[in-house]
């Protein structure tokens, strides 16, 4: 099984500000099948990149995705007040799919 | 993009039987991979796992002895049954759907308490 280590647990910043976080897979993610998704309080995960730079239909282009085989980011250039939120990794290369725990990005 | 819809009871006594069922409108069941995930209360996300449209199904190793996912698409349902449920069992609990292994379309979920 994949494990997703994501780091840090939690981010305090003021809207306005980047913020970057980081997943890191206890081996390589082939093709690089790693996605982020965003959750927001009582709301289901909402798919944010996928194929580990690759944006989803929708999203802001303040979001970005970097990293291949076992250490990517995601990268939000300026925080709006919508983006506080908790933020997963999750990979699809190997079964079982796994989700890294999670970064939550409160509001400072 | 597929809208998804969980229904089945909130709670379920240990021991028993966890069922749910997902609805899904605006597409064919006829392709893609569907998906049960879940999320203890204020925790992290679990795959549970998933059927593929041809009928294989792919379960969490953690899981595998208790799960049946179960496709109808005659209905444009898939359904999750969870057998000998404990208290760890209790979460929200979503389906989603993809054209690969990435589940990119969620339902909003359901929570599912298990209490006697």
């Known amino acids: 099984e994949i494990v997703l280590t994501q780091s840090p647990g939690t981010l305090s910043l003021s809207p306005g500000e980047r913020a970057t976080l980081s997943c890191r897979a206890s081996q390589s993610v082939t093709n690089d099948y790693l996605a982020w998704f965003q959750q927001r309080p009582g709301q289901a995960p909402r798919l944010l990149i996928y194929g580990a730079t690759s944006r989803a239909t929708g999203v802001p282009d303040r979001f970005s995705g970097r990293g291949t085989g076992t250490d990517f980011t995601l990268s939000i250039s300026r925080l709006e007040p919508e983006d506080f939120a908790v933020y997963y990794c999750?990979?699809?290369?190997?079964?079982?799919?796994?989700f890294g725990g999670g970064t939550r990005v409160e509001i400072k | 993009q597929v809208q998804l819809q969980e229904s089945g009871p909130g709670l379920v006594k240990p021991s028993e039987t966890l069922s749910l069922t997902c609805t899904v409108s605006g597409g064919s069941m006829n392709s893609d991979y569907w998906n049960w995930i879940r999320q203890p209360p204020g925790k992290g996300l679990e795959w549970v796992g998933f059927i593929y449209y041809s009928g294989n199904t792919n379960y969490n190793p953690s899981l595998k002895s208790r799960v049946t996912i179960s496709l109808d698409t005659s209905k444009n349902q898939f359904s999750l049954r969870l057998r000998s449920v404990t208290a760890a069992d209790t979460a929200i609990y979503f389906c989603?759907?993809?054209?690969?292994?990435?589940?990119?379309?969620w339902g909003q979920g359901t929570l599912v308490t298990v209490s006697s």
């Open positions: 999750q990979q699809s290369s190997y079964s079982p799919l796994t």
């Open positions: 989603a759907s993809g054209s690969g292994w990435l589940p990119d379309s």
